[in-house]
């Protein structure tokens, strides 16, 4: 089999394992055996490879999100909150933190004396 044909196959095996492995590279790596920078690799040089891969995590989020909103259907307070602070914030769904500062600096400065030697 010519190298390309190889590629492709690993490629093909690999676009399979992440969508298996909800898009985690060790785990999809792991089961097609090749190392993480020939992945990385193929994002950088091959258009299309880089696209099924972006695909893959589109479906990969849409699946976490339908599980969020399972969560919330059944009554999941802490998925209720974390979807309004992360999708309600023009609402004002959102922690702030609020710093006080006084704009005063203080500073002192302490006299350094040598030690005097006692004999």
Same mark, same amino acid.
């Given at each position: @089999?010519?190298?390309?044909?190889?590629?492709?196959? #690993?490629?093909? &095996? @690999?676009?399979?394992?992440?969508?298996?492995? &909800?898009?985690?590279?060790?785990? $999809?790596? $792991?089961?097609?055996?090749?190392?993480? *920078?020939?992945?990385?690799?193929? &994002? #950088?040089?091959?258009?299309?490879?880089?696209?099924?891969?972006?695909?893959?995590?589109?479906?990969?989020?849409?699946? $976490?999100?339908?599980?969020?909103?399972?969560?919330?259907?059944?009554?999941?307070?802490?998925?209720?909150?974390?979807? &309004? %602070?992360?999708?309600? #914030?023009?609402?004002?769904?959102?922690?702030? *933190?609020?710093?006080?500062?006084?704009?005063?600096?203080?500073? %002192?400065?302490?006299?350094?004396?040598? $030690?005097?030697?006692?004999?």
């Amino acid at each position: @089999m010519a190298i390309r044909q190889i590629s492709t196959h #690993k490629k093909r &095996l @690999m676009l399979k394992a992440l969508e298996e492995s &909800l898009t985690v590279v060790t785990t $999809a790596v $792991a089961s097609v055996g090749i190392n993480r *920078q020939t992945h990385y690799n193929w &994002l #950088k040089k091959d258009p299309k490879y880089a696209a099924d891969v972006l695909d893959i995590e589109n479906v990969t989020l849409d699946f $976490a999100e339908s599980q969020l909103h399972q969560q919330i259907r059944e009554g999941n307070v802490t998925a209720t909150i974390f979807l &309004l %602070k992360t999708k309600g #914030k023009k609402r004002g769904y959102i922690e702030r *933190q609020e710093i006080q500062h006084d704009s005063s600096i203080e500073s %002192k400065l302490i006299e350094w004396t040598p $030690a005097k030697n006692k004999e």
